[in-house]
Nanobody, 119 residues
Framework: QVQLVESGGGLVQAGGSLRLSCAAS????????MGWFRQAPGKEREFVAS????????YYADSVKGRFTISRDNAKRMVYLQMNSLKPEDTAVYYC????????????WGQGTQVTVSS
């Protein structure tokens, strides 16, 4: 189990930007695929973006493609989500998640950070 701590959420106007950060506790951070998910009020948690250990493969939900960028710093055990051109529909609690190379799904989750986009 990896301990994950998110930061960087807040209130922003539509069209603005935020950068979320996630600190991971594991020394084997490089072995994990890292992801961001979000959950809006009354909705199920949904995938936002992921990045594998080699930094070569990233995936994005269609709803954020072209606006959000996921990145990671393996030396610092950090993963980031740069969010630009934010929309009110991006309002949600954002969660950082980790998936080991031996797992089929994300098994470690942070506590979440609130992102609110006002119109």
């Amino acid at each position: 189990q990896v301990q994950l701590v998110e930061s960087g959420g807040g209130l922003v106007q539509a069209g603005g930007s935020l950068r979320l950060s996630c600190a991971a506790s594991t020394r084997t951070f490089i072995q994990y695929t890292m992801g961001w998910f979000r959950q809006a009020p009354g909705k199920e948690r949904e995938f936002v973006a992921s990045i594998n250990w080699s930094l070569l493969t990233t995936y994005y939900a269609d709803s954020v493609k072209g606006r959000f960028t996921i990145s990671r710093d393996n030396a610092k055990r950090m993963v980031y989500l740069q969010m630009n051109s934010l929309k009110p529909e991006d309002t949600a609690v954002y969660y950082c998640a980790a998936k080991s190379s031996e797992s089929a799904s994300f098994g470690s989750w942070g506590q979440g950070t609130q992102v609110t986009v006002s119109s």
